[in-house]
């Protein structure tokens, strides 16, 4: 799996746990760089004949108070 995710986030792995950090200051190119990083992720799950389950996935969002009303607006439209 380190090798799906190398060039778009940081995968820190410890015993049967994943963290995947993703980082990007626009929140339109977080969105698209978290799809695409799921998308394939899961695809290795797939091909690996393992189960990926979304229901125990989390994101947590970390801002500044000028980034918040950015990302705020963006994620409150939708």
Avoid at 23 to 29: A, C, G
Avoid at 54 to 76: R, V
Wanted: proline content about 4%.
């Amino acid at each position: 799996m380190p090798t799906v995710t190398a060039r778009n986030a940081t995968l820190v792995l410890y015993v049967d746990d994943a963290t995947l950090i993703i980082t990007n200051p626009s929140p339109i190119e977080f969105a698209n760089k978290l799809n695409i990083i799921f998308a394939n992720v899961n695809e290795w799950f797939r091909k690996n004949l393992l189960f990926l389950n979304f229901n125990k996935n989390y994101i947590l969002a970390i801002w500044n108070k000028e980034q918040s009303k950015t990302w705020l607006k963006h994620y409150i439209a939708k």
